[in-house]
């Protein structure tokens, strides 16, 4: 965890992987694809994943329609745009690499684990899953 010592906050982490044409599992690097401070690229996750965007006095079109369709805010999924950002980033991640590659993303998934805090174990209590075909 980043915040050694500060056991009264819980923390929520998330971990990229992509699957590979050829069927392997790897793990991506997003502030490698977004070519962003790591901290800010992170920012940008547990934004999408809480919603955030839905949450602004002036929203995108496209966030009020969705809103709108659901109802309210407080019926949204979590995560109600995380699909676009895994597409993004795969679609970023399998462009630096040849068409006939192999290590080519046909998937690209985000895992969220939350530590509740209390003490120095548990950190590997799953939340969720987004998965995104590519």
Same mark, same amino acid.
């Given at each position: 965890?980043?915040?050694?010592? +500060?056991?009264?906050?819980?923390?929520?982490?998330?971990?990229?992987?992509?699957?590979?044409?050829?069927?392997? %599992?790897? =793990?991506?690097?997003?502030?490698?694809?977004?070519?962003?401070?790591?901290?800010? %690229? !992170?920012?940008?996750?547990?934004?999408?994943?809480? *919603? &955030?965007?839905?949450?602004?006095?002036?929203?995108? /079109?496209? *966030? +009020?329609? #969705?809103?709108?369709?659901?109802?309210?805010? @407080?019926?949204? /999924?979590?995560?109600?745009?995380?699909? &676009? #950002?895994?597409?993004? !980033?795969?679609?970023?991640? *399998?462009?630096?690499? /040849?068409?006939?590659? %192999?290590?080519?993303?046909?998937?690209?998934?985000?895992?969220?684990?939350? !530590? =509740?805090?209390?003490?120095? %174990?548990?950190? @590997?209590?799953?939340?969720?899953?987004?998965?995104?075909? #590519?």
């Amino acid at each position: 965890m980043m915040a050694g010592g +500060e056991l009264q906050r819980s923390r929520t982490y998330f971990i990229l992987k992509g699957e590979t044409l050829d069927g392997e %599992t790897i =793990d991506i690097r997003a502030a490698g694809l977004t070519n962003g401070l790591y901290g800010r %690229t !992170w920012g940008m996750v547990g934004a999408t994943a809480s *919603n &955030d965007a839905f949450k602004m006095l002036s929203m995108h /079109p496209a *966030n +009020e329609r #969705l809103l709108s369709q659901v109802g309210s805010f @407080d019926l949204l /999924p979590q995560g109600a745009r995380m699909s &676009d #950002l895994l597409q993004a !980033w795969g679609k970023i991640y *399998n462009e630096r690499l /040849p068409q006939s590659s %192999t290590k080519r993303l046909r998937a690209i998934s985000l895992d969220m684990y939350r !530590w =509740d805090s209390g003490d120095y %174990t548990g950190f @590997d209590r799953f939340v969720e899953t987004w998965r995104k075909e #590519l």
